[in-house]
């Protein structure tokens, strides 16, 4: 059973830029968690993906936006680059499960210049 | 609206000693609750859940949270701190969002474990 895999590991962007992060999802795991963690803060709720239809969404505006692909990799894509945006991205995945037990990859770091 | 505080951003323990991070809830409903740790430069690995199964819950490396109702807490504890356990670790409360759930994580406690 392979877990949660994101790619790239860092990336850096100047203001204005878009950007597309991607994230595999654990076998077997048909929902999908993005989830912004700015330095030294806990983790923030962007989206949720279920079968390949947004599921639910945290205070995020709309240049956040994301997709879900029929073997439940994802991508979460920001337009418009701001220098707050600079965080770690984290992607979490989840099954059937009514605990919402979420397992999260590894992130990627995100610098906004 | 379901949220975690998260007592104390900063823990400090020598080698041995007992390990207490504090995590308040609040919750509408009957809450589920996790404790997650992660380490430098790395994504959140979870530590252990309370799904109302049973007010004490053992999770990975030693570590435990009691589930009290009546304190609207989920304390994590580990009775002798290892320097390996150095680290950053959440407290999140499991909450409805559309069709689904949400995490809504607290702010994290830093652990650190001196000789």
């Keep these: 059973e392979t877990g949660v895999t994101q790619s790239p590991t860092h990336l850096i962007k100047t203001r204005g830029q878009q950007v597309t992060l991607r994230c595999s999802s654990q076998s077997g795991h048909n929902t999908v968690s993005w989830y912004q963690q700015a330095l030294g803060q806990g983790p923030q709720f962007i989206f949720q993906y279920y079968r390949e239809e947004e599921n639910g969404r945290g205070n995020f505006p709309p240049r956040f936006s994301g997709l879900q692909f029929p073997n439940y990799s994802s991508e979460l894509n920001v337009n418009a680059l701001e220098l707050d945006d600079s965080a770690l991205y984290l992607c979490a995945s989840s099954g059937d499960s009514t605990y919402n037990e979420q397992f999260f990859g590894p992130g990627t770091r995100l610098t906004v210049l | ?115």
């Design chain 2, 1 to 115: 609206a379901q949220s975690v505080t998260q007592l104390g951003s900063h823990v400090s323990v020598s080698e041995g000693a007992l390990v207490l991070l504090r995590c308040n809830y609040s919750s509408s409903v009957p809450p589920y609750l996790f404790w997650y740790v992660q380490y430098p430069n790395q994504g959140l690995q979870l530590l252990l859940k309370y799904t109302s199964a049973a007010t004490l819950v053992k999770g990975i490396n030693g570590f435990e949270a009691e589930f009290k109702k009546s304190e609207t807490s989920f304390h994590l504890t580990k009775p002798s701190a290892h320097m390996s356990d150095a680290a950053e670790y959440f407290c999140a409360v499991s909450a409805p969002t559309g069709g689904g759930n949400k995490l809504t994580f607290g702010t994290g406690t830093q652990l650190k474990v001196e000789l």
